[in-house]
Every structure is written in C-alpha cells, then in structure tokens.
C-alpha cells in the first residue's frame, strides 16, 4: 500500500519504544521483558486494524525459528488504538493558516503529513472539525528530557495564532 499524498516527503510510518521493562535484579536472567510504544501510520497504510494485524504477523515471522520463543511464545497486545485523520489541503483552515504562514515567516510553508500522535484524530473522525496542527519547536525535540521551544520561533507562534484567529473569526 502506498502512503497519503501529504506524507510524500515524510516518513509514513512510525514506532516510539517508550518503556522497556523486565527482570527484577541486574544479576539475575529476566523472565520477561515487557515492550511498550506507540505507532503512528499515514492514511493509505490500511485502517488501524490491518496495521495491528501486520505488527503481530511481523512479530511472529520473525520468532518463529528461535527455538527459545517456541516454548516462550511472544503476546502482541494493543491497549489503545486511533485511526489516522486527513484533513484535504482545500478545506479552508487549511488556507487561511498557510496563507498566514507565509505573511509572517521567512521560511518556506509546506502543508504535510505527520506521524506523531495527535488529538487531531479526535476532532477529524468524531467530531467532523477540518484541522490542522502547527506549532513551535521541532517535533523530534518533544517529549524528551531536554525538551525546549526556541524562543524566537515561539513568539512568531503567538503571532501566527493571534492573526490565524483574527482571519478565521472576520
């Protein structure tokens, strides 16, 4: 399957190892271990359950000849799960956001995708809202323990936010 049109310049797919945990002293073989994460995916990739289902068929395929995983058989649980959302470059958020994007910043604008976890999911499929994310920072620089917004690029934020919502509420 290929990727939306708006991930062509990113990655389509994503997986975050946030917590690793097993054993119960540093000198003694651990029992278990226990892997948790997210993973992000571009529309196009299949809905949440086909992604799910190739996750679990990969892990299995790849344990599969370790005769130690024969008699200790891996578990695949998904505890949360969201569907991915879209929101179409002609919906007029869209616009107008990108629009002001370019009057204040020096940088190029370019509308894309994002394989992060967002609320965004939330406001497409269930509540029906066209939306957009933006903000300041780089995403790689998020939820790390020296997580930081430069502060020129959060003052232009504040102004980007204030003339979005100037233009979008005339």
């Not at 119960?24 to 278990?32: F, G, H, K, L, N």
């Not at 998904?78 to 958020?93: G, P, Y």
């Not at 323990?145 to 979005?164: C, G, M, R, S, T």
């Amino acid at each position: 399957k290929s990727p939306h049109p708006l991930y062509e310049n990113t990655r389509p797919f994503s997986c975050v190892i946030g917590e690793v945990h097993g054993g119960s002293y540093a000198t003694v073989t651990a029992s278990r271990c226990v892997l948790r994460g997210w993973v992000y995916f571009s529309p196009g990739l299949g809905s949440v359950t086909d992604i799910m289902d190739s996750i679990r068929a990969t892990v299995t395929k790849a344990v599969q000849d370790d005769p130690w995983f024969r008699d200790h058989p891996v578990r695949v649980e998904f505890l949360r799960h969201k569907n991915t959302a879209v929101t179409d470059r002609n919906e007029s958020i869209v616009r107008v956001v990108t629009d002001t994007a370019r009057t204040l910043r020096s940088t190029p604008v370019s509308v894309s995708g994002a394989t992060y976890g967002a609320d965004m999911e939330l406001f497409v499929n269930l509540a029906k809202i066209p939306t957009v994310i933006l903000g300041p920072g780089s995403i790689a620089q998020a939820h790390k323990p020296d997580e930081f917004v430069p502060i020129d690029e959060y003052i232009e934020y504040i102004k980007l936010l204030a003339l979005n919502s100037y233009r979008w509420c005339k």
